[in-house]
């Protein structure tokens, strides 16, 4: 099993190659780009865009021990949703995916 020690790592050494693989499978890979930690009023995890245009954006959250304190984080708080939204929103993305 594939230990992952935050989002971006979550996000580079998973989620990324996946949709990777998925676009050659559809026949898109050269049309989508994907981008890690995009500037979209903060940093959005990953970003995909076809042609310079935004297609989805995705928010990963993931639990979190620094030392003796742990965050757990779940995906359907409204503050987490409302950061995927707002990424969505304000970065023009028809689409978008919390994980």
Same mark, same amino acid.
């Given at each position: 099993?594939?230990?992952? #020690? !935050?989002?971006?790592?979550?996000?580079?050494?998973? *989620?990324?190659? @996946?949709?990777?693989?998925?676009?050659?499978?559809?026949? #898109?890979?050269?049309? #989508?780009?994907?981008?890690?930690?995009?500037?979209?009023? !903060?940093?959005?995890? *990953?970003?995909?865009?076809?042609?310079?245009?935004?297609?989805?954006?995705?928010?990963a959250?993931f639990?979190?021990?620094?030392g003796?304190?742990?965050?757990?984080i779940?995906?359907?708080?409204?503050?987490?949703? !409302?950061?995927?939204? @707002?990424y969505?929103?304000?970065?023009?993305?028809?689409?978008?995916?919390?994980?």
């Open positions: 099993m594939q230990r992952f #020690v !935050g989002e971006r790592d979550f996000v580079s050494r998973f *989620l990324l190659p @996946q949709l990777k693989d998925a676009a050659a499978n559809l026949g #898109v890979s050269d049309l #989508v780009d994907f981008f890690i930690d995009k500037r979209v009023d !903060g940093f959005a995890d *990953l970003v995909a865009e076809r042609a310079g245009q935004p297609l989805f954006v995705v928010e959250k639990k979190k021990k620094v003796a304190v742990e965050r757990d779940e995906p359907r708080d409204p503050d987490v949703i !409302g950061q995927a939204v @707002q969505a929103a304000l970065g023009g993305f028809p689409l978008l995916c919390y994980v």
